[in-house]
């Protein structure tokens, strides 16, 4: 299951504060601020997905997310790879190194990653 562009704008705040009321997400949009309700309609939303849960205390409820950050990310790209690169890694590093116009100091930081992965492997 995915998350539309505005759930996962919501779960970016979700993720960077861990655990959020209602106000703390709210606080954490920048202005123009979403209504209270749209915010609570995409919380349902993401909890009906299961992407996001909540505790009460008394009549308010504490969101935490259900998926990590990282494991969403992760699933996000595998996807793309499979899509768009023919299930090929190297199809995706080879546009990603020659289309997002990266400089040399990041080419050398990624080939520095790289070259540390290929040891620990």
Do not use: C
């Not at 997310?65 to 595998?78: E, I, M, Q």
């Amino acid at each position: 299951m995915q998350l539309s562009k505005t759930e996962e704008q919501l779960m970016q705040h979700l993720w960077k504060l861990d655990k959020a009321f209602m106000k703390d997400l709210l606080e954490a949009y920048p202005e123009p601020k979403p209504a209270t309700t749209t915010v609570a309609t995409l919380l349902k939303r993401m909890i009906d997905k299961g992407f996001v849960t909540y505790k009460l205390y008394g009549k308010s409820r504490e969101y935490s997310p259900l998926v990590k950050k990282k494991d969403y990310f992760s699933k996000h790209v595998n996807t793309l790879i499979k899509t768009f690169f023919d299930d090929s890694a190297s199809q995706f590093a080879s546009f990603f190194t020659k289309e997002t116009n990266l400089t040399k100091e990041e080419l050398e930081d990624l080939k520095a990653l790289i070259d540390n992965e290929i040891k620990n492997k």
